[in-house]
């Protein structure tokens, strides 16, 4: 096992190989554009050892802004025919002042930017002034665009972060993709496609993309007859943290606050409707179907993240840990759709550890907290700085080099986090 500085030495320098010039790719090749929450977490890492360089992560994140409100999940800012689906795939030209994809993904920007803004408040200053106006404006969208009984929707699995998470299954097997017509993945030449999802999963992902293409990514259009939406807990755990921690940066800065702390309200009333009690767990609502999707994963414990007290979720979450030597899997080791390798079906993943210890610290529940970091850092110690990890025997999984393993090592887990 590598020594801790060492270990601290190796993640700043997957940040620096892995900076494109104002923005981070999450990893070389598998991923050559500036990711949503990847960015988030990039900046997190940076304001570690650098914080101009973190709010110049942030900056260019939002500078990719859409008119409506959005920021997109994906910006292409350089071509790379290594991917697939790039730019020409999406067709979202006019949207936006960058190149991008059509959909959005989980804002933690807002709780990450309060962390570098807190870390240096006179030299944050002026960057918060900008972004501030810019953050309320992506969480309005999320609230008009993606609200179903206040809990928020995602329209495509790539939208929330988790992308094959048996969450979606139901909803996606609704969905006939037989138009879509041929296309050549990428993903898989640079990962066992045993850790990826399938092309079953693939043909529906192109489906959806095809489909917002034809309406021009008009929300309005999209909205009517939608083949896919599905209330998220991670979209709406993620937005009411994210949301409480605007209220802080607007007071800050002097920005009226009273729309943003009534947005918090009626989020937390949403959170309240994904509680299962079947499963004992907050769970995902297919909107489509009328139904509740009864799958215990990850983000089922971002309630405490969410700022609820939740006692009634920790049980499951006990249950959960108890079952695999290494946690938080993204889904239930019971569930007969679990699989150790697969993306979102099993594997740890650890800034999703990140956001689950930061929740339960935050309700006080301690000794949980500081139990899940110590085994994120035993993981990364042991087994590198990769994507995921098997929860059953921490085998490293994805892609290596990771971004956002090495921030949340250098704003988290690191017994060196936070010092200094």
């Known amino acids: 096992m590598p020594e801790l500085p060492d270990l601290d030495n190796e993640a700043r320098a997957i940040l620096t190989a892995n900076d494109r010039g104002g923005y981070t790719v999450p990893t070389e090749g598998l991923y050559p554009y500036q990711w949503n929450w990847d960015s988030a977490f990039a900046a997190y890492g940076f304001s570690t050892f650098d914080i101009p360089r973190a709010w110049a992560e942030v900056e260019t994140l939002f500078s990719g802004q859409w008119e409506n409100g959005m920021v997109p999940h994906i910006l292409f800012h350089r071509p790379d025919t290594g991917y697939f689906p790039g730019p020409d795939v999406w067709g979202t030209e006019g949207q936006g002042p960058i190149a991008s994809s059509g959909i959005s993904q989980p804002p933690v920007a807002a709780t990450f930017i309060r962390r570098i803004y807190e870390a240096d408040p006179d030299q944050g200053r002026a960057h918060l002034e900008r972004l501030v106006p810019k953050i309320e404006r ?32 139901g909803a996606m097997a609704a969905i006939d993709p037989g138009d879509v017509g041929p296309y050549e993945r990428r993903d898989l030449g640079h990962v066992d496609p045993a850790m990826r999802p399938t092309k079953e999963d693939y043909d529906r992902y192109i489906w959806l993309v095809q489909r917002g293409r034809r309406h021009r990514w008009d929300e309005s259009r999209l909205w009517e007859n939608r083949p896919f939406l599905v209330a998220d807990p991670t979209m709406t755990f993620v937005l009411l943290r994210a949301n409480r921690d605007l209220e802080v940066l607007a007071r800050a800065v002097g920005y009226p606050d009273w729309d943003i702390y009534e947005m918090t309200g009626a989020l937390c009333q949403g959170a309240r409707f994904l509680w299962n009690q079947k499963t004992r767990a907050y769970d995902a609502f297919d909107v489509v179907a009328g139904k509740r999707c009864h799958s215990v994963s990850n983000a089922s414990f971002l309630c405490w993240y969410g700022g609820l007290d939740a006692p009634e979720a920790l049980p499951t979450y006990d249950r959960v840990m108890a079952r695999v030597p290494y946690g938080v899997p993204s889904y239930d ?15 740890v993943w650890g ?19 500081d139990a899940l970091r110590a085994a994120t850092a035993k993981l990364i110690a042991e087994h590198g700085f990769w994507e995921y990890f098997n929860p059953s025997d921490g085998t490293p999984a994805g892609g290596a080099r990771f971004t956002w393993t090495a921030a949340i090592w250098l704003g988290w887990a690191s017994p060196n986090a936070g010092r200094g």
């Open 138 to 169: 992506w969480h309005r969208w999320f609230m008009h665009w993606r609200s179903y009984e206040y809990a928020i929707c995602i329209t495509h699995p790539w939208e929330s972060g988790r992308d094959n998470a048996p969450d979606w299954d």
């Open 333 to 347: 080791p019971d569930g007969a759709k679990f699989d150790a390798r697969r993306y979102w079906r099993g594997p």
């Open 351 to 369: 800034m999703m550890n990140l956001l689950i210890a930061t929740g339960l610290a935050d309700q006080g529940y301690t000794d949980r907290a």
